[in-house]
């Protein structure tokens, strides 16, 4: 049995895909920033190593929900999906890309842990990203 599926179907899974591309796109030029800020802060100052990821989180955390709001700018539903999408993809993209910077994957429980923080955040920016455009 074959099921069809309609334009407006088809439309929204594309719109889906790109609004999750561009807030993972988004969200790590956000981190990416944020990381060199905090860099520059630290080769300055003399900040205790125990505030560096606190600070790494709060930094993913801001990305991540940069990332859901300007990537469902246009996509007024499926607020919780589209934000778990983005926050799960920018969560490894994230480790991607500054694991080839450091030079070492190291898959361990911290980057479970990454994955489950910025699923949940991106799902939280998501229901608040599309709530706040239906006011």
Do not use: Y
């Amino acid at each position: 049995m074959k099921l069809k599926t309609t334009n407006s179907e088809k439309s929204a899974s594309g719109n889906l895909f790109f609004c999750v591309l561009k807030g993972v796109i988004v969200g790590l030029c956000v981190a990416l920033v944020g990381i060199l800020i905090f860099a520059f802060v630290l080769r300055f100052t003399s900040i205790s190593d125990k505030i560096i990821a606190p600070v790494n989180q709060v930094i993913k955390g801001i990305s991540i929900f940069f990332g859901v709001f300007i990537g469902m700018k246009k996509h007024k539903n499926m607020g919780l999906l589209s934000g778990l999408l983005i926050g799960f993809f920018f969560t490894i993209f994230a480790f991607l890309v500054f694991s080839i910077l450091d030079g070492a994957f190291v898959f361990d429980r911290t980057f479970l842990n990454d994955i489950i923080f910025g699923s949940v955040i991106g799902a939280i920016c998501g229901i608040i990203c599309v709530n706040l455009k239906k006011n």
